[in-house]
């Protein structure tokens, strides 16, 4: 039997992660403005979930480290 993955997070999907509409998911990857690569199957556009999760996990590490400078902890090793 063969077994298929799916396609990766569609632009409908990532729309609430970035607090958009999915028409400004597209807008934005057509301005070339979306902070993540996608790429096209047909009329639809795709992300690979490991871009979306390594992107969010890049956020939260520099978020991390901005409050870790407010704070004046010291810094913590591997971004957590």
Do not use: C, N
Request: a positive charge; hydrophobic letters at 45%; glycine letters at 12%.
């Amino acid at each position: 039997m063969t077994v298929i993955k799916p396609l990766g997070v569609s632009a409908r999907a990532l729309a609430p992660l970035f607090g958009l509409a999915p028409s400004g998911v597209h807008r934005a990857i057509l301005r070339g403005t979306f902070p993540i690569e996608t790429y096209g199957i047909g009329s639809r556009r795709f992300a690979d979930p490991r871009m979306v999760e390594a992107y969010f996990a890049a956020r939260r590490a520099e978020q991390l480290a901005a409050l870790d400078i407010m704070t004046g902890a010291p810094a913590k090793e591997g971004g957590e």
